[in-house]
């Protein structure tokens, strides 16, 4: 009997100990930074709202927006935003990536966007890797900032922000330029800068295109900015 006890008691010893020891969480360890490290792109975005080939569509707007206060712009309204990004300025420059993300004109009393916008790259070093800004735009402010929350692959733990400047707009054609800082854990592109320089070129009309509700049997396999209708 007395054998059983001691037995029992070393095995409720034994099981206490395994207990200790499968904790679901592990021990702190002080936490070593590595070297922050700045990172230079040089790129222009390139956006379209009107023709057959747009690259930012409205697929809602507020129920409440009556006729009689619609504007280009109306609060509560959300696009989808697919844009290319190309080297230089011009057509027929060569595309690096693209802008996806969503816009929110969410400025009650004034014309700002509040943007989800990751910006990926689809050729050369950065191939695969991607920064994401997540900030309120200030669409006719001639200077405004944006904030860079994240990024993809190379550009992991990226952290800064964007500051935006109206380069060019004549009605139809906008250019903005801008001056970002990005830090992270990925090697400079270029040695002794450390400020991203972007340009912004945007085909901006008053006629844009809403998404009505998609059927499944939508003609684009994507349903991107299908079944469009001009903004009456």
Not at 38 to 67: D, I, Y
């Amino acid at each position: 009997m007395r054998g059983t006890l001691t037995l029992t008691w070393i095995l409720m010893v034994c099981l206490s100990q395994v207990a200790v020891q499968s904790q679901y969480y592990s021990e702190s360890l002080p936490y070593d930074p590595r070297p922050v490290k700045v990172t230079n792109l040089h790129f222009f975005l390139h956006e379209t709202l009107r023709g057959k080939n747009p690259t930012v569509v409205m697929v809602a707007q507020a129920n409440n927006t009556s006729n009689d206060n619609y504007s280009s712009v109306p609060f509560g309204t959300l696009y989808v935003i697919d844009d290319p990004l190309k080297i230089g300025p011009g057509d027929n420059s060569e595309v690096i990536g693209n802008a996806l993300g969503l816009g929110i004109l969410a400025g009650k009393n004034s014309t700002t966007m509040v943007m989800y916008l990751d910006f990926g790259f689809t050729t050369g070093k950065f191939k695969g890797s991607s920064i994401s800004i997540f900030s309120r735009n200030p669409l006719i402010e001639t200077e405004r900032e944006l904030s860079v929350v994240g990024g993809r692959g190379e550009f992991r733990m990226a952290e800064g922000y964007a500051r935006l400047k109206n380069y060019f707009f004549d009605g139809t054609t906008v250019i903005i330029e801008y001056n970002v800082t990005k830090n992270g854990e990925t090697d400079d592109i270029c040695a002794g800068n450390d400020i991203l320089h972007c340009h912004s070129t945007g085909y901006y009309s008053k006629t844009a295109t809403p998404v009505q509700r998609q059927p499944i049997s939508a003609s684009s396999s994507t349903m991107f900015s299908a079944e469009k209708t001009p903004v009456q």
